[in-house]
């Protein structure tokens, strides 16, 4: 049981019931559980709100990574980072595909552009990058690596709803893009996930694979499977979409405070976002030097835990030294910012309603942490 005084990692924002109460005995009524007007009504209001034009709604993001490589007909290695969770790596194991890890920048804490080109092989078929803790990965190195290769490029996008590149949303970027709709992440219903693209034949055959690949005439001539996202995931989405802008402005905030306080004590380091770039901080991460902060990474989270504060190591291990991903005996590449980072970093509570007062709690408990251990 939790006490009254812990402070967890996440604490996902929902909508007041009675926000939601017409559109549940909507649904009753008309017993249209699926395929129905409020998922039809999400998918326009979110393509609208991204600035893209397609927008596919699917039961989880990992299906959505799935359904996508699948319906790009994608053959031989995929590119993506070590440092994601597991998810990413799985949607492509699943689609018989070889994932090849690439390491990443230690400051963005995203797939590093310049190590991409080296992991080049004539079997590559696509770059898979990821927004890690909403902070926008380089696109303009992405997407010049993959038109000079031919790659497809493709982005999960599980931590960066209402993130930013540039004055752009996140969404329109590269082949398609996969949210996650799921209660650790900015926009919930649920379980849920989104892809989004500005292909027409990729959303039409996204349409059809969610549905078991039919092409409506009760002829199946597509690979699909069943990732419907239900009308009661929907509605939440629909509600949740009107506190995004907010959230992630709130969420900024926080990182600010976290930043302000923390950047005075030695050995702490953080993700480095550019300026000109918006952070979703679907997490803040700190990365901690034990030496000059005095304490392990490890005796940190000890610390932490001990006054009621839930942290997380993501992604430690990195999805390289995960052992459903040893038993495939893939070929590795030089990960040692990946490692090095993993050993060292510790998520902080983020979440969209989260407190100023919050936040400095749990900064004067790091404080304190590192007076006492010098
Ligand atoms: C959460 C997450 C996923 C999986 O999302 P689901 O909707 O739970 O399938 C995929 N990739 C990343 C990076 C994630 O954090």
């Not at 994932?99 to 991409?116: H, Q, R």
């Not at 931590?159 to 949303?169: E, M, Q, V």
Request: glycine share 8%.
């Amino acid at each position: 049981m939790r006490s009254k005084n812990n402070i967890p990692l996440i604490n996902p924002d929902l909508p007041l019931y009675r926000t939601l109460e017409k559109d549940i005995r909507d649904i009753i009524h008309s017993k249209q559980l699926t395929k129905g007007k409020y998922l039809a009504k999400l998918e326009a209001r979110i393509a609208k709100y991204l600035g893209v034009e397609y927008a596919v709604g699917v039961s989880s993001c990992t299906l959505g990574l799935m359904l996508v490589l699948k319906c790009l007909d994608l053959q031989g290695e995929i590119i993506i980072p070590s440092f994601t969770f597991i998810a990413t790596a799985e949607a492509i194991l699943w689609n018989n595909l070889k994932p090849v890890f690439v390491d990443i920048n230690g400051e963005t804490l995203n797939l590093d552009p310049e190590k991409i080109e080296a992991a080049i092989t004539p079997k590559t078929s696509a770059i898979l990058a990821v927004h890690v803790f909403g902070n926008p990965a380089n696109i303009k190195a992405l997407r010049a690596i993959a038109w000079k290769h031919k790659l497809k490029l493709i982005y999960d996008s599980a931590h960066a709803f209402g993130a930013k590149y540039k004055s752009k949303f996140i969404g329109g970027f590269g082949n398609a893009e996969v949210f996650s709709l799921s209660p650790t992440k900015l926009l919930i219903t649920g379980e849920g996930g989104l892809i989004t693209t500005n292909d027409k034949t990729l959303a039409n055959n996204l349409v059809r694979a969610r549905d078991y690949g039919g092409s409506g005439n009760g002829e199946y001539n597509l690979l699909g499977l069943n990732s419907r996202l239900g009308e009661f995931n929907a509605i939440l989405g629909l509600q949740g979409l009107k506190r995004i802008k907010t959230a992630v402005v709130q969420r900024n905030k926080i990182a600010g405070v976290y930043k302000k306080y923390l950047s005075k004590i030695d050995g702490i380091k953080f993700q480095f976002s550019e300026k000109d770039n918006l952070c979703a901080y679907k997490d803040f991460a700190i990365i901690i030097d034990g030496k000059k902060f005095g304490l392990k990474r490890d005796k940190l989270i000890k610390r932490l835990t001990a006054g009621d504060i839930e942290t997380r190591r993501y992604f430690d291990p990195p999805l390289h030294r995960q052992p459903i991903i040893r038993k495939y005996r893939f070929r590795e590449n030089d990960l040692t910012v990946t490692e090095e980072i993993s050993s060292a970093i510790i998520c902080l509570p983020i979440w969209s309603s989260m407190d100023t007062e919050t936040a400095l709690k749990i900064c004067r408990v790091i404080e304190a942490a590192h007076n006492h251990a010098k």
